[in-house]
Nanobody, 117 residues
Framework: QVQLVESGGGLVQPGGSLRLSCVAT????????MGWYRQAPGKQRDLVAT???????NYADFVKGRFTISRDNAQNIMYLQMSSLEPEDTAVYFC???????????WGQGTQVTVSS
């Protein structure tokens, strides 16, 4: 059974930092493009950042310079280091694993990030 489990969310003050993790079981992440997405209440799910197995990254404009995506294929884990957090970053953050060369993917259950003073 494939599972993606996010962790690391929580309540943080504006300007603070958090590191999210996404651990995969049941698949080998080396064959997947990975990504972080987020969804605020009443809004659509937006792309935050993606990373290929070789480490090529792509970021949404609203997080460039503040967030860093990384992965460890051997450990089957992906990270999102978030800094200079703003209230607008408040959302549920999801990880996604997209099988390269195929049309299927997996989602995690999400982790809540709340930025508030």
């Amino acid at each position: 059974q494939v599972q993606l489990v996010e962790s690391g969310g929580g309540l943080v003050q504006p300007g603070g930092s958090l590191r999210l993790s996404c651990v995969a079981t049941g698949i080998s992440l080396g064959g997947y493009d990975m990504g972080w997405y987020r969804q605020a209440p009443g809004k659509q799910r937006d792309l935050v950042a993606t990373i290929t197995p070789s480490g090529s990254t792509n970021y949404a404009d609203f997080v460039k310079g503040r967030f860093t995506i990384s992965r460890d294929n051997a450990q089957n884990i992906m990270y999102l280091q978030m800094s200079s957090l703003e209230p607008e970053d408040t959302a549920v953050y999801f990880c996604k694993a997209s099988r390269i060369g195929y049309r299927y993917y997996y989602w995690g259950q999400g982790t809540q990030v709340t930025v508030s003073s």
